[in-house]
Protein backbone atom coordinates (compact mmCIF):
# COMPACT_ATOMS: atom_id res chain seq x y z
CA UNK A 1 0.00 0.00 0.00
CA UNK A 2 1.49 3.38 -0.96
CA UNK A 3 1.08 5.24 2.34
CA UNK A 4 3.09 2.63 3.87
CA UNK A 5 5.62 2.88 1.41
CA UNK A 6 5.86 6.71 1.85
CA UNK A 7 6.01 6.26 5.10
CA UNK A 8 2.73 8.31 5.76
CA UNK A 9 1.38 4.70 7.88
CA UNK A 10 3.24 2.28 10.30
CA UNK A 11 3.03 -1.32 9.38
CA UNK A 12 0.44 -3.78 10.79
CA UNK A 13 1.90 -6.98 11.64
CA UNK A 14 -1.23 -9.47 12.65
CA UNK A 15 -0.49 -12.43 14.98
CA UNK A 16 -3.37 -15.11 15.89
CA UNK A 17 -2.90 -17.33 18.84
CA UNK A 18 -2.20 -21.17 18.86
CA UNK A 19 -2.94 -22.18 22.34
CA UNK A 20 -5.50 -19.25 22.77
CA UNK A 21 -7.68 -18.79 19.76
CA UNK A 22 -11.04 -17.77 20.50
CA UNK A 23 -13.81 -20.02 18.91
CA UNK A 24 -16.99 -18.49 18.05
CA UNK A 25 -18.36 -21.31 16.32
CA UNK A 26 -21.71 -21.29 16.88
CA UNK A 27 -22.35 -18.18 18.29
CA UNK A 28 -25.35 -16.38 16.90
CA UNK A 29 -24.97 -13.38 14.48
CA UNK A 30 -27.54 -10.42 14.88
CA UNK A 31 -27.73 -7.63 12.50
CA UNK A 32 -24.30 -8.84 10.97
CA UNK A 33 -22.30 -8.93 14.64
CA UNK A 34 -22.05 -11.67 16.86
CA UNK A 35 -24.60 -11.49 19.99
CA UNK A 36 -23.03 -9.36 22.76
CA UNK A 37 -24.59 -11.83 25.43
CA UNK A 38 -23.27 -14.78 23.80
CA UNK A 39 -20.11 -13.81 23.42
CA UNK A 40 -19.98 -12.67 27.36
CA UNK A 41 -21.17 -16.14 28.36
CA UNK A 42 -18.56 -17.64 26.45
CA UNK A 43 -15.49 -15.53 26.82
CA UNK A 44 -16.06 -13.52 29.74
CA UNK A 45 -14.45 -16.04 32.64
CA UNK A 46 -11.86 -16.01 34.26
CA UNK A 47 -9.71 -19.12 33.38
CA UNK A 48 -10.05 -17.38 29.78
CA UNK A 49 -9.24 -13.78 30.29
CA UNK A 50 -6.26 -14.96 33.05
CA UNK A 51 -4.44 -17.21 29.64
CA UNK A 52 -4.82 -14.57 27.05
CA UNK A 53 -3.77 -11.65 29.41
CA UNK A 54 -1.02 -14.31 29.83
CA UNK A 55 0.04 -14.59 26.35
CA UNK A 56 -0.66 -10.87 25.15
CA UNK A 57 1.83 -9.29 28.52
CA UNK A 58 4.77 -12.12 26.47
CA UNK A 59 3.78 -11.17 22.91
CA UNK A 60 4.00 -7.31 23.66
CA UNK A 61 7.34 -7.35 25.01
CA UNK A 62 9.56 -4.40 23.87
CA UNK A 63 6.37 -2.84 22.95
CA UNK A 64 5.66 0.58 25.17
CA UNK A 65 1.87 1.64 24.56
CA UNK A 66 -0.48 -1.22 24.11
CA UNK A 67 -4.43 -1.15 23.84
CA UNK A 68 -6.79 -4.21 24.79
CA UNK A 69 -10.24 -4.06 23.07
CA UNK A 70 -12.69 -5.79 25.03
CA UNK A 71 -16.31 -7.80 23.94
CA UNK A 72 -18.15 -4.89 26.46
CA UNK A 73 -17.55 -2.89 29.94
CA UNK A 74 -17.47 -5.72 32.45
CA UNK A 75 -15.02 -7.43 30.11
CA UNK A 76 -13.14 -4.52 29.66
CA UNK A 77 -12.54 -4.02 33.54
CA UNK A 78 -11.97 -7.92 34.22
CA UNK A 79 -9.18 -7.92 31.01
CA UNK A 80 -7.67 -4.49 33.14
CA UNK A 81 -7.66 -6.13 36.48
CA UNK A 82 -5.95 -9.22 35.02
CA UNK A 83 -3.20 -6.43 33.56
CA UNK A 84 -2.83 -5.16 36.95
CA UNK A 85 -2.52 -8.38 39.11
CA UNK A 86 0.89 -8.77 36.63
CA UNK A 87 2.04 -5.58 37.14
CA UNK A 88 0.89 -3.99 33.88
CA UNK A 89 0.01 -0.59 34.49
CA UNK A 90 -3.99 -0.57 32.76
CA UNK A 91 -6.33 1.80 32.89
CA UNK A 92 -9.71 1.29 31.04
CA UNK A 93 -12.31 4.15 29.61
CA UNK A 94 -15.72 2.88 28.55
CA UNK A 95 -18.95 5.36 28.22
CA UNK A 96 -20.32 3.83 32.30
CA UNK A 97 -16.75 5.18 33.72
CA UNK A 98 -16.53 8.60 34.78
CA UNK A 99 -12.71 8.72 34.67
CA UNK A 100 -12.44 7.67 31.29
CA UNK A 101 -11.15 11.22 30.08
CA UNK A 102 -9.20 11.15 32.38
CA UNK A 103 -7.21 7.54 31.78
CA UNK A 104 -7.27 8.16 27.89
CA UNK A 105 -5.46 11.52 28.79
CA UNK A 106 -2.96 9.43 31.56
CA UNK A 107 -2.31 6.99 28.57
CA UNK A 108 -1.72 10.40 25.77
CA UNK A 109 0.59 11.43 28.73
CA UNK A 110 2.47 8.39 28.75
CA UNK A 111 1.59 7.42 32.40
CA UNK A 112 -0.14 3.67 32.05
CA UNK A 113 1.22 1.29 30.02
CA UNK A 114 -2.14 -0.38 28.17
CA UNK A 115 -5.63 1.25 27.84
CA UNK A 116 -8.33 -1.21 28.02
CA UNK A 117 -11.58 -0.45 26.03
CA UNK A 118 -14.97 -1.35 24.09
CA UNK A 119 -14.82 0.08 20.93
CA UNK A 120 -15.95 3.78 21.12
CA UNK A 121 -12.98 4.76 22.10
CA UNK A 122 -12.16 4.00 18.75
CA UNK A 123 -13.34 7.50 17.18
CA UNK A 124 -11.70 10.38 17.78
CA UNK A 125 -8.52 8.90 19.73
CA UNK A 126 -5.38 10.61 19.09
CA UNK A 127 -2.85 8.72 20.59
CA UNK A 128 -0.13 8.20 17.21
CA UNK A 129 2.26 6.15 19.74
CA UNK A 130 0.28 2.90 19.42
CA UNK A 131 2.72 0.35 19.29
CA UNK A 132 0.74 -2.38 20.42
CA UNK A 133 -3.29 -3.83 19.61
CA UNK A 134 -5.29 -6.89 21.55
CA UNK A 135 -8.52 -7.76 19.99
CA UNK A 136 -10.65 -9.77 22.79
CA UNK A 137 -13.44 -8.82 20.87
CA UNK A 138 -14.30 -11.07 17.99
CA UNK A 139 -16.06 -8.59 15.10
CA UNK A 140 -18.26 -9.72 12.08
CA UNK A 141 -17.92 -5.85 10.59
CA UNK A 142 -15.36 -5.09 8.91
CA UNK A 143 -15.73 -1.12 9.21
CA UNK A 144 -15.21 -1.66 13.54
CA UNK A 145 -12.39 -3.84 12.91
CA UNK A 146 -10.29 -1.24 10.65
CA UNK A 147 -11.45 1.31 12.62
CA UNK A 148 -10.02 -0.15 15.57
CA UNK A 149 -6.98 -1.16 13.64
CA UNK A 150 -6.33 2.36 12.76
CA UNK A 151 -4.98 3.60 15.92
CA UNK A 152 -2.41 1.70 15.53
CA UNK A 153 -1.05 2.84 11.98
CA UNK A 154 -0.32 6.41 13.14
CA UNK A 155 3.39 7.60 11.93
CA UNK A 156 5.24 7.79 15.09
CA UNK A 157 9.48 9.00 15.00
CA UNK A 158 11.37 5.07 15.93
CA UNK A 159 8.58 2.70 15.61
CA UNK A 160 8.56 0.59 12.30
CA UNK A 161 5.01 -1.32 12.82
CA UNK A 162 2.31 -1.75 15.24
CA UNK A 163 1.92 -5.65 16.40
CA UNK A 164 -1.80 -6.86 16.39
CA UNK A 165 -2.62 -9.41 18.55
CA UNK A 166 -5.65 -10.41 16.95
CA UNK A 167 -6.83 -13.59 19.95
CA UNK A 168 -10.45 -12.94 18.25
CA UNK A 169 -9.80 -14.25 14.61
CA UNK A 170 -11.08 -10.87 13.13
CA UNK A 171 -8.30 -10.76 10.27
CA UNK A 172 -9.82 -14.17 9.00
CA UNK A 173 -13.38 -12.86 8.40
CA UNK A 174 -13.14 -8.97 8.29
CA UNK A 175 -9.46 -8.91 6.29
CA UNK A 176 -5.94 -7.21 6.40
CA UNK A 177 -6.03 -3.67 7.12
CA UNK A 178 -5.04 -3.11 3.42
CA UNK A 179 -7.83 -5.58 1.94
CA UNK A 180 -10.74 -5.79 4.03
CA UNK A 181 -13.98 -8.00 3.25
CA UNK A 182 -16.33 -5.76 1.78
CA UNK A 183 -19.51 -6.83 3.32
CA UNK A 184 -21.82 -9.00 0.37
CA UNK A 185 -25.74 -8.93 0.97
CA UNK A 186 -27.65 -11.75 1.74
CA UNK A 187 -27.40 -14.40 -0.63
CA UNK A 188 -24.72 -12.85 -2.99
CA UNK A 189 -21.93 -14.79 -3.51
CA UNK A 190 -18.22 -13.94 -1.75
CA UNK A 191 -17.51 -12.29 1.11
CA UNK A 192 -16.66 -14.45 4.17
CA UNK A 193 -13.01 -15.75 4.93
CA UNK A 194 -10.30 -13.56 3.57
CA UNK A 195 -7.68 -15.03 2.38
CA UNK A 196 -5.06 -15.25 5.12
CA UNK A 197 -4.00 -18.13 7.28
CA UNK A 198 -2.16 -18.05 10.40
CA UNK A 199 1.57 -19.97 10.82
CA UNK A 200 1.29 -23.00 12.69
CA UNK A 201 4.63 -22.65 14.63
CA UNK A 202 4.60 -18.50 14.90
CA UNK A 203 1.19 -17.75 15.10
CA UNK A 204 1.98 -14.78 12.05
CA UNK A 205 -1.22 -14.02 9.26
CA UNK A 206 0.41 -13.69 6.01
CA UNK A 207 -1.40 -14.52 2.63
CA UNK A 208 -3.00 -18.19 1.90
CA UNK A 209 -0.85 -17.78 -1.40
CA UNK A 210 2.65 -17.95 0.60
CA UNK A 211 3.93 -21.44 1.04
CA UNK A 212 6.66 -19.91 3.73
CA UNK A 213 6.23 -18.01 6.68
CA UNK A 214 7.77 -14.44 6.38
CA UNK A 215 8.77 -14.74 9.89
CA UNK A 216 9.91 -17.99 10.86
CA UNK A 217 10.35 -19.83 7.21
CA UNK A 218 8.25 -22.56 8.20
CA UNK A 219 7.43 -24.11 4.91
CA UNK A 220 3.41 -24.21 5.18
CA UNK A 221 2.04 -27.61 4.60
CA UNK A 222 -0.52 -27.48 1.54
CA UNK A 223 -3.97 -26.15 2.26
CA UNK A 224 -6.89 -27.78 0.80
CA UNK A 225 -8.74 -26.08 -1.55
CA UNK A 226 -9.33 -22.56 0.47
CA UNK A 227 -12.99 -21.51 0.17
CA UNK A 228 -15.03 -18.35 0.51
CA UNK A 229 -17.41 -19.54 2.35
CA UNK A 230 -17.08 -20.05 5.81
CA UNK A 231 -19.88 -22.30 5.96
CA UNK A 232 -18.28 -25.20 3.66
CA UNK A 233 -21.36 -24.43 1.17
CA UNK A 234 -19.04 -24.10 -1.65
CA UNK A 235 -16.85 -27.41 -1.12
CA UNK A 236 -20.14 -29.01 -1.41
CA UNK A 237 -20.07 -31.57 -4.56
CA UNK A 238 -16.60 -30.78 -4.85
CA UNK A 239 -15.04 -33.17 -2.11
CA UNK A 240 -17.37 -35.76 -0.50
CA UNK A 241 -18.36 -35.46 3.13
CA UNK A 242 -16.07 -36.82 6.08
CA UNK A 243 -17.28 -40.34 7.22
CA UNK A 244 -18.09 -40.76 11.47
CA UNK A 245 -16.38 -43.76 12.52
CA UNK A 246 -17.46 -45.23 15.96
CA UNK A 247 -14.20 -46.33 18.09
CA UNK A 248 -13.98 -49.76 19.76
CA UNK A 249 -10.25 -49.08 20.82
CA UNK A 250 -7.20 -47.47 20.75
CA UNK A 251 -3.51 -48.73 21.15
CA UNK A 252 -0.63 -46.73 21.39
CA UNK A 253 3.22 -48.05 20.57
CA UNK A 254 6.69 -46.85 19.95
CA UNK A 255 7.77 -46.62 15.72
CA UNK A 256 11.26 -45.58 14.94
CA UNK A 257 11.80 -44.41 11.29
CA UNK A 258 13.92 -46.22 9.08
CA UNK A 259 16.97 -44.20 7.57
CA UNK A 260 16.07 -41.27 10.54
CA UNK A 261 15.93 -43.20 13.46
CA UNK A 262 12.84 -40.19 14.61
CA UNK A 263 10.83 -41.75 17.42
CA UNK A 264 7.05 -41.51 16.59
CA UNK A 265 3.67 -43.32 18.89
CA UNK A 266 2.20 -45.19 16.27
CA UNK A 267 -1.52 -45.08 16.83
CA UNK A 268 -4.46 -47.46 15.78
CA UNK A 269 -7.83 -47.19 16.14
CA UNK A 270 -9.91 -50.08 16.01
CA UNK A 271 -13.62 -48.77 14.28
CA UNK A 272 -16.86 -50.42 14.41
CA UNK A 273 -16.49 -51.69 11.07
CA UNK A 274 -13.11 -54.03 12.17
CA UNK A 275 -11.69 -51.36 9.94
CA UNK A 276 -7.76 -49.66 11.49
CA UNK A 277 -7.53 -45.91 11.48
CA UNK A 278 -3.58 -45.60 11.77
CA UNK A 279 -1.76 -42.15 12.52
CA UNK A 280 1.44 -41.28 13.06
CA UNK A 281 2.64 -38.38 16.00
CA UNK A 282 5.84 -37.53 17.39
CA UNK A 283 7.93 -34.35 18.93
CA UNK A 284 10.84 -34.68 17.86
CA UNK A 285 10.81 -32.85 14.69
CA UNK A 286 10.35 -29.64 13.93
CA UNK A 287 7.62 -27.46 12.00
CA UNK A 288 3.96 -28.94 11.29
CA UNK A 289 4.65 -32.07 12.95
CA UNK A 290 4.89 -30.85 16.37
CA UNK A 291 2.48 -28.51 15.78
CA UNK A 292 0.21 -31.56 15.10
CA UNK A 293 0.93 -33.90 17.73
CA UNK A 294 0.97 -30.58 20.24
CA UNK A 295 -2.77 -30.58 18.42
CA UNK A 296 -3.45 -34.03 18.88
CA UNK A 297 -1.89 -34.29 22.71
CA UNK A 298 -4.15 -30.93 23.31
CA UNK A 299 -7.55 -32.75 22.10
CA UNK A 300 -6.60 -35.90 23.60
CA UNK A 301 -5.65 -35.04 26.84
CA UNK A 302 -5.98 -31.13 27.96
CA UNK A 303 -2.54 -31.69 30.64
CA UNK A 304 0.64 -30.08 30.19
CA UNK A 305 2.76 -31.29 26.60
CA UNK A 306 5.24 -33.35 26.65
CA UNK A 307 8.89 -32.09 25.77
CA UNK A 308 9.11 -34.95 23.08
CA UNK A 309 8.29 -38.14 22.10
CA UNK A 310 9.93 -40.11 24.88
CA UNK A 311 7.92 -38.01 27.27
CA UNK A 312 4.66 -38.48 25.50
CA UNK A 313 5.14 -42.67 25.65
CA UNK A 314 5.35 -42.46 29.52
CA UNK A 315 2.36 -40.49 30.13
CA UNK A 316 0.23 -42.17 27.22
CA UNK A 317 -2.36 -43.47 30.22
CA UNK A 318 -3.35 -39.82 30.33
CA UNK A 319 -4.98 -39.92 26.77
CA UNK A 320 -8.43 -40.18 26.88
CA UNK A 321 -9.60 -42.70 23.82
CA UNK A 322 -11.97 -41.36 21.19
CA UNK A 323 -15.77 -42.81 20.86
CA UNK A 324 -15.41 -41.75 17.12
CA UNK A 325 -13.41 -39.95 15.24
CA UNK A 326 -14.30 -38.24 11.38
CA UNK A 327 -11.87 -38.95 8.49
CA UNK A 328 -11.96 -37.55 5.14
CA UNK A 329 -13.62 -39.98 2.64
CA UNK A 330 -10.53 -40.90 0.98
CA UNK A 331 -6.86 -41.69 2.08
CA UNK A 332 -4.35 -38.81 1.55
CA UNK A 333 -0.71 -41.00 0.62
CA UNK A 334 -2.17 -44.13 2.31
CA UNK A 335 -3.25 -42.99 5.69
CA UNK A 336 -7.07 -41.39 6.44
CA UNK A 337 -7.14 -37.96 7.55
CA UNK A 338 -8.53 -37.08 11.01
CA UNK A 339 -10.58 -34.12 10.94
CA UNK A 340 -12.91 -34.45 14.52
CA UNK A 341 -12.09 -36.29 17.46
CA UNK A 342 -15.28 -37.34 19.83
CA UNK A 343 -14.82 -38.65 22.88
CA UNK A 344 -17.40 -39.67 25.52
CA UNK A 345 -17.78 -37.45 28.51
CA UNK A 346 -17.06 -39.15 31.79
ZN1 LIG B 1 5.85 -18.56 11.18
Given amino acids: MRLIKNGYMKQLVTKGSIENQMNTEGIKVIRGNYDEKELIDRFDRKAITNKIVEEAIVAGKGRHHWMFFCINIEHCEHVCQELNERGINARYAHSKCDDSDENIEAFKRGECDAICSVNQITTGFDAPFVDYIVWMAPKMSSAEWIQGLGRGTRIFPGQADCLVKDFAGNIVRCGPFTDPVIPRKKGEKGGGKAPVRMCPQCA ?143
Avoid at 236 to 256: F, V
Avoid at 307 to 333: D, G
Fill in 204 to 346: RYQPASRRTCSECGLVFPILQKITTQADGSDIMGEKPADRKLGILNTSYKLHIQKGTGVKFISIDHIAEEGEIINEYITFDKKGYETYKAKQFWRESCGGSLPKNTTEALENIARLKKPSALCVEAKKKKGFYVITERHFDEV
